[in-house]
């Protein structure tokens, strides 16, 4: 996938190791109390120079232990610092004290002055030793702020002494299991156990028996498992929390092509990523060759996820995987997702089913698997029912003459969403009439969906673009 320049950040995420090291704050007030206070939730050694202090800021000072110098700032200050902090609130002089930290290496950041920063301070969440920072690089730190607030509320207050309880099984794990596969297994299986919960209660020994009952599972001889996978019709934000939580434990994922790049970026970074994509007239792999390679990795011991664009079971081959993973003997499951046709009716706010309207609705592929059209197309024309045609571009005007040959109206509503549910998605609108310029439109290259039925009228139609060439023109 192509990365804008738009997309990519300016700054690099990075901990500063501050444990026993001087920090210094320059400033009196209470922009300087606020910092004085973050600071404090570290063992940094915190040194402050004002000639005055706020309120605040003595609190501050007295609460964390630092130190005060009360006079003004000399550029000396900043030697043996390891951060320095401008929030004197006088512009002249926080470039002063910017100027002599950067004279001397020393990174600084200027409170509410970005284009004096070398870094800027984040929105803390503090569950030592886990540490989860945000930041918006200054342009909305009231954002940054609420996803902490939120972040706060999902991590239990006793979240970090379960991980520093989790970094005394270390050795324990170590000793056990021998082989980074085994361990990763463990450890996935830890955080999502029994053990957090016997832990927040108090039952350490509980949660002891629990990581050893793990440990022994993760030191069986490794069982492959292969989970078919959907990945919706594109947006990331549409994958289910069970998807995300298996693309995290696989060490293979096998994914269409036509799954984005962003998807495919749930799963962790460092396993195998294999395209094994059929797109039309062009197949990275035959579906014999992709059922081979699953039972081939499954043997390896190895966890699996077959990443399939929308709904694994709606025109997918689940069958035919699911199939040859059972004549094999291999554990598998299926993770449903989000089919285009209901993303799609999302895009344009279409209720496919519709009372006194549409009363029944039918998910149907413009191809068989052999490329051509569909012969019973007038057996799903029947009346009150909505359309949902998968993969009917370069046949649809043949389905635009079944479909009237069958007695539908020329003037039925057709709906055309191009990328449903993606930022670069495309709605187009107009009748049967109008379907057969679908195959015409050399401007439309993404996975496409064409919904036809009464039930279309209802759509917020605004936004959508008219499907025959000559009325975009016209329009």
């Known amino acids: 996938m192509v990365v804008s320049q738009s997309d990519k950040l300016h700054v690099f995420p990075a901990f500063h190791k501050v444990a026993g090291r001087c920090v210094l ?105 886990l540490a989860v920072a945000i930041t918006t690089t200054g342009a909305a730190p009231v954002a940054a702020r609420r996803l902490r607030a939120r972040l706060e509320a999902m991590l239990p207050r006793d979240y970090g002494r379960f991980i520093a309880f989790a970094d005394s099984l270390r050795g324990r794990v170590r000793s056990r299991l021998s082989g980074g596969v085994a361990r990763r297994r463990f450890w996935a299986g830890f955080f999502d156990s029994a053990a957090l919960s016997m832990f927040s209660a108090g039952d350490r020994d509980g949660a002891v028996r629990e990581a050893e009952r793990l440990i022994d599972r993760a030191a069986a001889p490794a069982r492959g498992f292969v989970s078919l996978v959907g990945a919706g019709p594109g947006a990331e934000d549409l994958l289910t929390l069970r998807a995300q939580r298996v693309l995290q434990e696989a060490d293979i994922i096998f994914h269409d092509a036509l799954v984005p790049e962003a998807v495919i970026a749930q799963g962790r970074r460092d396993a195998e990523r294999v395209n094994v994509g059929k797109r039309k007239g062009c197949h990275a792999k035959s579906q014999d060759e992709i059922n081979r390679l699953l039972i081939a990795a499954a043997r390896e011991g190895r966890r699996i996820v077959r990443l399939k664009a929308g709904d694994p079971m709606v025109f997918g081959r689940a069958g035919e995987e699911l199939a040859a993973l059972r004549a094999a003997g291999i554990a598998h499951d299926v993770v449903p997702g989000v089919t285009a046709g209901l993303a799609a009716a999302a895009d344009l706010e279409l209720p496919l089913t519709l009372r006194g309207t549409a009363s029944s609705l039918v998910f149907t592929t413009g191809h068989d698997m052999y490329g051509e059209a569909l012969p019973d197309w007038a057996r799903l024309a029947a009346g009150g029912m909505t359309l949902a045609i998968y993969m009917g571009r370069s046949v649809a005007a043949d389905i635009a003459a079944r479909l009237a040959d069958a007695g539908l109206s020329e003037d039925t509503p057709v709906a055309v969403v191009e990328n449903a549910s993606r930022p670069d998605k495309r709605m187009l609108v107009g009748t049967l009439n109008d379907l057969p310029a679908l195959a015409d439109r050399d401007d439309l290259s993404g996975p496409g969906l064409v919904i036809v039925g009464e039930a279309v009228a209802a759509a917020r139609l605004d936004r959508a673009e008219p499907l025959h060439v000559s009325e975009r023109l016209a329009a």
Not at 99 to 115: F, H, K, L, Q, Y
């Open 25 to 129: 704050v320059v400033g009196g007030g209470d922009e300087a109390a606020a910092k004085v206070r973050l600071l404090g939730e570290s063992l940094a050694e915190i040194s402050v120079v004002a000639a005055e202090v706020s309120p605040a800021l003595r609190e501050a000072i007295v609460s964390t232990g630092a130190r005060h110098f009360a006079r003004d700032f000399e550029a000396s200050d900043v030697e043996g610092a390891v951060l320095v902090f401008a929030a004197s609130g006088e512009e002249a002089e926080d470039r002063r004290v910017v100027s002599a930290a950067r004279a001397r290496g020393i990174p600084a950041n200027a409170v509410d002055r970005p284009e004096l920063c070398d870094f800027y301070t984040p929105a803390l969440v503090n569950r030592a030793p």
